[in-house]
């Protein structure tokens, strides 16, 4: 593992407990950091993964796992979702909040199952974390079956102002304020750190095609700051 990962800026050890220690505080900030509106992008996001009742999906990078219980509902009783991530503090959460969903420890980077065994992939804000991205993003396509779709749900850095300024402003200095006043201003540094690092929608749709995606698309939300990606797995 390189000392400076492409799409984060500490190593992967780090960042698993900067994000249990913040694991109790994860979703209040997130509430508060986006007003309530990452609810309405995972519903998006779950959507676009495509998925409906019997299906078993995947959702890496599960953090307290908000995505999963969206998925969930797509899938129904007669479906599964699993989430995965590699803090046990968020996971603890996770299970929490959603009993009859599966929690697994473990990295995005080596994924405990095998090959085409879920019907999708998501990761929602978990993508720059990744300490290596095009290795995740080819790990979730190995264990999607042909057909299926690998779905991105990331901050993205708006270019044009007025957005562009009001977006640098509250991640360079109201998003740590915040985590001061959290209690962990680390954790809330680096994620401003770490949005900066991860590729543009362009990058990431050209990453998301070396992992051997195809028909892969993307659509900004939240007027460029959000941005949902998608990519198919060749059909056989």
């Known amino acids: 593992m390189s000392d400076a990962p492409a799409s984060g800026t500490l190593p992967e050890t780090q960042v698993e407990a900067m994000f249990d220690r913040i694991a109790r505080v994860y979703d209040r900030m997130n509430a508060v950091?986006?007003?309530?509106?990452?609810?309405?992008?995972?519903?998006?996001?779950?959507d676009i993964a495509n998925v409906g009742p019997g299906d078993r999906v995947l959702d890496v990078a599960t953090g307290t796992g908000d995505l999963a219980i969206e998925l969930r509902g797509r899938v129904g009783d007669a479906g599964e979702v699993v989430g995965l991530d590699f803090s046990e503090g968020m996971l603890e959460l996770a299970r929490e909040k959603a009993a009859e969903i599966r929690f697994d420890q473990g990295s995005a980077l080596e994924l405990p199952y095998v090959d085409d065994e879920f019907a999708a992939?998501?990761?929602?804000?978990?993508?720059?974390?990744?300490?290596?991205?095009?290795?995740?993003?080819?790990?979730?396509?190995?264990?999607?079956?042909p057909g299926g779709r690998v779905v991105v749900l990331e901050i993205t850095t708006p270019q044009k102002p007025p957005l562009s300024w009001f977006f640098r402003f509250w991640f360079d200095t109201a998003v740590p304020a915040l985590g001061r006043f959290a209690g962990d201003s680390d954790a809330y540094t680096y994620l401003p750190s770490s949005v900066r690092r991860f590729p543009g929608p362009n990058e990431l749709g050209a990453e998301l095609a070396a992992a051997g995606l195809t028909d892969v698309r993307w659509v900004l939300t939240a007027g460029g700051i959000i941005a949902i990606h998608s990519g198919s797995v060749p059909e056989a």
Do not use: H, K, P, Y
């Open 33 to 46: 950091m986006t007003a309530g509106m990452d609810r309405r992008w995972r519903a998006r996001a779950a």
């Open 121 to 145: 992939a998501t990761v929602g804000f978990g993508a720059r974390n990744f300490s290596d991205l095009g290795r995740g993003l080819a790990e979730m396509r190995r264990v999607v079956r």
